[in-house]
């Protein structure tokens, strides 16, 4: 079956320019290696990886779907960014990552490929940069076993989003770089609620995450109005 991209040329480009500097944690990319400790124990809280099949969807240079495999999760990361996943298989060959392996294909792919896969499925900051997320969480539905989870993360779409992540972390803070994120494209909570319950995942734990400018900490909380992560639960045994 030929499934038509779910991507925008523009934002795989922009990634693309940026991907050597993933694993520069003083680079673009600090805010992501920053709260990755946080979503890591969050996911793993709530489902232990150890031992378990995950997929990241959108992984980029690889940095949860490394924190993952050093859980003892036996990993794939998959995105469409060719430099990004270069950078991300350089890094786990120096870094001597076990059980961590990466994939140029779409979640959709994938899905019509090997439904029913996987145990976890992570699906973290790419939401909002895809043209369609609608058929992204149907995908990550798709390759998750019954009673599987799947764990998302994105931003909200409106006025406190919009000044915090947009006008303070882009242009006052310079926290990421200037047009990462675009506020139509933001998901409102009840958005992605809706697109888990049309996908027949059954959404189990939300969480917030919350930035201090002035102590430069992240941390979670029941604050939902920026950054938020949800956990989504396929109907069914888990084997």
Same mark, same amino acid.
């Given at each position: 079956m030929n499934t038509p991209l779910n991507a925008d040329p523009a934002e795989l480009a922009k990634f693309s320019e940026l991907a050597h500097r993933?694993?520069?944690m003083e680079s673009e990319f600090r805010p992501l *290696?920053?709260? =990755?400790? /946080? #979503?890591l124990d969050w996911i793993n809280g709530i489902c232990p990886v150890q031992g378990l099949r995950a997929l990241d969807v959108g992984c980029g240079g690889? !940095?949860?779907?490394?924190?993952?495999?050093r859980k003892g999760a036996e990993v794939l990361g998959i995105d469409l960014s060719t430099k990004a996943?270069? !950078?991300?298989?350089?890094h786990a060959l120096e870094a001597q990552t076990p059980r961590v392996s990466y994939r140029e294909v779409s979640a959709e792919a994938l899905a019509d490929e090997a439904p029913g896969r996987y145990d976890v499925v992570t699906c973290m900051e +790419? /939401?909002? *940069?895809?043209?369609d997320p609608a058929s992204v969480v149907n995908a990550c539905a798709t390759l998750v076993k019954p009673g599987g989870w799947v764990f998302f993360s994105t931003l909200n779409r409106n006025t406190k989003s919009f000044l915090f992540a947009i006008l303070?972390?882009?242009? /006052? /803070? =310079?926290?990421?770089?200037?047009g990462t994120h675009e506020y139509a494209k +933001? !998901? #409102?909570?009840?958005e992605l609620a809706g697109y888990c319950r049309k996908s027949a995942l059954?959404? #189990?734990h939300t969480s917030g995450l919350e930035y201090n400018p002035v102590t430069k900490r992240y941390w979670l909380s029941n604050d939902t109005g920026v950054n938020y992560m949800f956990a989504a639960q396929k109907p069914g045994r888990f084997v």
């Open positions: 993933w694993w520069d *290696h920053q709260i =990755n400790p /946080l #979503r690889g !940095i949860l779907a490394d924190s993952l495999a996943l270069k !950078i991300a298989q350089l +790419m /939401l909002e *940069h895809v043209p303070g972390a882009e242009y /006052l /803070l =310079n926290l990421l770089p200037r +933001m !998901i #409102r909570p009840s059954d959404v #189990r």
